[in-house]
Every structure is written in C-alpha cells, then in structure tokens.
C-alpha cells in the first residue's frame, strides 16, 4: 500500500471510530481475529499435509511411493517446526539498569499505590535507561501465547527535569495502558499490535529461508497496512484515554506540565546538549564533564533557552501524524482541559525525590558506561580532528589554482567535514570548474550550498550527484524533498520524488 493511500486510510477509520465506536471496536477486533486466523491456517495447512503423507506412506504397499512420500516428510516437517517455532518467537526485552526495591523505595511506593489504586497488573521489572523517555513494555515469554511480564522504562534524563508529581503523572499514563479504562479489548490489541510487528519483521527478514517465509511475508505484506491502520486508531484513542487516567491520578495540571516540558526537553537535549557535548572532543581527547553530572545540573541552568515562548509555540504547532501512536502536544494539552503554559523549575527534581541518595550513584553509573562505550569513538575523532586541521592549514597556505585536483577536492570535503558546507563553497566551485571526470561527492555539497543560500539551482547539482553515485539517492530525495517543502509546496516536493524515481530507473534500466 502507498503511503498516501495509507494515510487516508487512517484518517478515514479515526474519524469512523469517532462516530461509532462500538462497531468499530468490532471491526478491530475482527481483523484481529483474522490475523490469527491467517496464521494458524498456514500452520493448519502445513500439518494436515504432513498428516496427509504419513496416511499414504502407511497405506502404500509400494516400496517407491513410500519412498518419495518419506522424501516429502523429510522436506516439509523442518518446514512444519520453523514456522511452529516462529509463533514462539521470544520478543526483545528491553534493556536497562533494573532496580530493586531497596534501592528505590519511595518510587516502588508509588507504583504499589498506583496498582492498587487502579486494581491494575503488576509491575515486575523497573529499568532506568539513559534516554529522556518513559514507556512501559509487556513481553510474551511464549510469542503469541502470552506469559507477559509487565516492564516500566524510565529514562534518567527525564527523572532529572521533572518534578515528582509529573513523573507521578507520567508514570499513571503508562499504567493506564494495563488497567481497566481501556478495557480487555483495548489491553489485547495493545499487546497484539507490539507482538504482530516482532513477527511480521520475524518474516519479512526472513522471508528468503525457506518457501513457507515467502509465502507467510507475501500475506503479512498485503494485511499488515489493514491491520496496523484499524489497530493504529484504536491505539491513538487508547493514549488519550491512558492521560484521563493521568490526570485522575495526579491533576490535570501535573499532566500537562509533564507533556510541555518533556516536549521541549527533548527538543533541546537533541538539537543543543548532545550536539555541543560531542562538539568538546575537538578540543579535548577526554570530556571535560561527563554528560550526565552535566546534564543534571544544565537541565536548571538552562531553562532560559529551552523553556521559551518561541520553543512553546512551535511544539503547539506541531501536527499529529500517522506514524506515531500518540497526539500531539497541542491536542493533548486540549484534551486536559488545559492552556499551554511554560513550565516552572521544580523546587526537587524527581531522581531526588524518589531515588534519594541512590540518584547520584546512577548519575556517576550511567556516565561511566557512557564513557566505556564511547571513549575509542571519542578519542578517534579527537586525533581525526587535529589532524585533519592541521592539513587543513597546510592546504590553505597555497592558492587556490596552484592545488592538484585530487588536493582541491580533500581540502573541499575537510571543510565540509570540520566546519561548514557554505565555507567549502569556493573550493568546490574551483573543483568542479577544472576539466576532466566529475566526482559526485563535491557535486553533492555544492549543490546543498547552493540550497542553503535559496538558490534552486541546487536541485540540479543533486540530480547530478545521483546519476554519478546511486548510493547518493536517498539523500539527494531527502534533501531535495525537504527544500521543497519549505520554499515552494508538497506538489513541488511530490514532483521532486518522480524526479529522483525517474533517475532511479534509469539506473536500473542501465544495468539490464
């Protein structure tokens, strides 16, 4: 299915469940059901043929049928067991430093009265990740048979921004996704729809193996759009019934507040710390401050540049999309009851509030695996750099036209590299002015300087970049399409992509 086609199929069905819920839970329970029916029909298929071949070998006297019928169970009974088996495919746990009890008792107090108070499942593992984010997993032990244990992932980061009545909130939202306002209906889709994709992708990687995987990817091609656009729906409503749960436990106001900060947390902690932490391994071969004793203390530090009017403005305006699960900011806000509003800094972050001493130990924990798991990276970058600075030098002593080709063109790509596309713009002009074979790298970031300075002739030096180099495709589309977007229009930016699939096939067409 198309993805335009896919996206008014969305939008169809969620404005169906809104005028008739009852009938389209059914629908979705329905195509559910199909699902499994699908699946256990090629499993039936499968046995009732190899019940089939051990019926005719027993009653065949014939020593050569019997033969060729052995040869067949031979052939189909591993076929019979891999699929058996994919039914059983164990589904990723996530990964985390689980806590115990003892280490974090005021936060398993408030899960306890949150399960108590909602009469919800328990929960049996808590991670603590480095991501700013908090979900909660339910992982089968026995595929699409169940055995869930239930796991509560929150992020350290977010422990760090919020206060603990938002966390509170938070957490209710999670929880709500395994107590009674969904229902059992809506429980069982949201456990379903996480295990279908695991097998879908069980398939779909797999699909080569055997023919029973063609055959089983081939049929969750053509029903996974359905399925994940009925049970899509149902999972968006399921979220905002999961925040009514959010702000009956802790008040419309913690609710709120916990969406806009983490909305604009996550902006910043993308498109500022994190970017400006690596900036530092040009300088220095160790981090001056490990990222998270940094970021504890910047996260206050810094609400001047995070927690602004303009930041609140443009996370309101965000649109929902049918790729993620969960609305909006600007609709969820809404559907609190709420206006949109800058956050204040909580007098006790919530790590403090609920972790205790124990938050500090995390803190240094967290930086120390860190480290372990980026030091080489670092340190690489780090020589990669003063080298790469120093030839920059070197190479800038000389003039322009005085550089070989094959000079020109490293002295273009370093200033890529270490400083700016708009600063290499000179030099790969002069690259691609001199006569000979044109290389597709510097065509490409010409042509993005092109774009950057608003200039469309820029979309030609990426068309260029991709008939020299096809591995160059998806970016000179995205590029392309995102430029487009911005200074003309979709129809402009939809043009654009038959451009580069018209290019495409003409690539395909020249190896044939």
Known sequence: ????????????????????????????????????????????????????????????????????????????????????????????????????????????????????????????????????????????????????RNYLILGLPLLYAISAEEVKAIVAHEYGHLAGGHGKLSRWIYRQRSTFDVLYEHARVRRDDNAVNRVLAGMLDWFAPYYNAYTFVLSRQNEYEADAMSRELAGAEASASALIRISLLANWLHGSFWPKLYAQSTQHETPPVMPFVAMRKLLAMTMDEWATKERLSAVWKVESDVHDTHPCLNERVTALDQRPALPTLPGVCAA??????FAQALVHEFDSKWWGEEKDKWQRYHRRYTHSHVRIGELEKKPLPSLSISEAQELALLLVEFRSVSAAKSVLEDVLARPGERYPKPVFYYGRALLDEGDNRGLDYLEEAFRLSPSMGDDCAKIGYQWLIEKQDEAAAEGWLVRMRTVDAQHTDSKN
């Open 352 to 357: 403090d509030a609920l972790l205790g001493k």
């Open 1 to 148: 299915m198309e993805e335009r086609d896919y996206e008014t199929l969305v939008w169809s069905l969620q404005s169906e469940a809104q005028e008739v819920p009852g009938s389209f839970r059914i629908k979705v329970l329905g195509i559910s059901f199909f699902a499994y029916l699908m699946l256990f029909g090629l499993l039936a298929v499968l046995l009732a043929g190899l019940y089939f071949m051990f019926a005719v070998a027993q009653g065949s006297g014939n020593t050569f049928t019997m033969i060729i019928l052995a040869g067949w169970v031979l052939v189909v009974a591993p076929i019979v067991w891999l699929t058996f088996r994919m039914f059983f495919a164990s589904i990723p746990v996530p990964q985390g430093r689980e806590l115990q009890e003892s280490e974090a008792p005021q936060l398993f107090r408030m899960i306890a009265d949150m399960q108590q108070r909602l009469q919800a499942a328990p929960i049996h593992h808590v991670l603590v990740t480095s991501e700013f984010n908090a979900a909660i997993a339910q992982c089968p032990r026995f595929g699409l048979f169940g055995g869930y």
